[in-house]
């Protein structure tokens, strides 16, 4: 009995044994490393958003595009940013602005070719992808309306003075050829004013400049093609422009464009010029 008796207890001590294990891996008595990989996440209610703000393109409508020397053009006060006087400060214009101020009349028409001249050469190439203007180029924009809404005098403007201009002012020069020639003026009044530009004699840059006199002729003669469709209007212009040029080259650039309206009359004139 006493042997039976034992083999019961040991049984029974056996399966408490068995029991207290199996309990303690299932139950509140679990490892550190299972408690923890089955933690609850954090609160999120104690965790600051993002304070980073979004990326936004640049807005250019309040500032100065760089000057082309390199330096810094903050010098513009910020009430006088988007005025002309302070666009002429932050560029280091002074002495180009004095310059054209001198070459047009002092009307307000040709106030307004001076000062569209002046920051011509940094109003375009400025601007955001929203389409909103530059100082510089509302500022040019403001001057066109004025030149536009008086056609007949700023073709008189022009004619009078854009000669003065030299090779340095080729863009300027291209430019107001271009303008002139949309002008809603009398057609003959804008064709006498073109011929004039396409027989001013051209001087070829030197080496390493990069002023495009050489494409003056060119684009007078395209704006001239695009008035008229009589050839005769145009081709007496066309032969002085021709004898003002020493270049062949030049010459037959010239006649190529009157060749593009007009082919039989281009290549007369140029069997009889001998080119």
Request: hydrophobic share 35%.
């Amino acid at each position: 009995m006493r042997i039976a008796f034992r083999i019961i207890v040991i049984l029974i001590l056996s399966v408490g044994s068995w029991n207290f294990g199996y309990w303690l891996a299932h139950s509140g008595g679990k490892s550190s490393d299972t408690v923890a990989s089955k933690a609850k996440p954090e609160s999120t209610s104690n965790i600051k958003p993002n304070t980073i703000p979004p990326f936004r393109p640049k807005d250019v409508t309040n500032s100065i595009s760089p000057d082309k020397s390199g330096g810094n053009v903050g010098g513009a006060s910020e009430s006088g940013r988007g005025t002309y006087s302070g666009l002429v400060a932050a560029h280091h214009l002074e002495a180009k602005s004095e310059y054209f101020a001198s070459v047009f009349s002092h009307t307000p028409v040709g106030q307004a070719f001076a000062q569209a001249s002046t920051l011509l050469r940094y109003g375009p190439a400025v601007g955001n992808s929203h389409g909103t203007k530059s100082p510089e180029v509302q500022l040019i924009s403001d001057q066109l309306k004025l030149i536009q809404s008086q056609p007949n005098e700023a073709i008189n403007e022009l004619k009078q003075n854009l000669t003065t201009l030299g090779t340095g002012y080729s863009q300027e020069i291209q430019y107001w050829v271009q303008i002139a020639g949309n002008l809603n003026s009398d057609p003959l009044t804008k064709l006498e004013f073109l011929s004039d530009e396409l027989k001013r004699s051209v001087t070829i840059p030197s080496s390493g400049n990069t002023d495009p006199a050489p494409f003056n002729g060119v684009v007078t003669l395209n704006v001239m093609l695009n008035i008229t469709e009589d050839s005769n209007a145009i081709e007496p212009a066309i032969r002085q422009a021709i004898a003002n040029i020493s270049s062949n080259a030049e010459k037959v650039k010239l006649l190529s464009v009157y060749s593009s309206k007009f082919p039989q009359q281009a290549q007369s004139l140029k069997a009889e010029l001998g080119i």
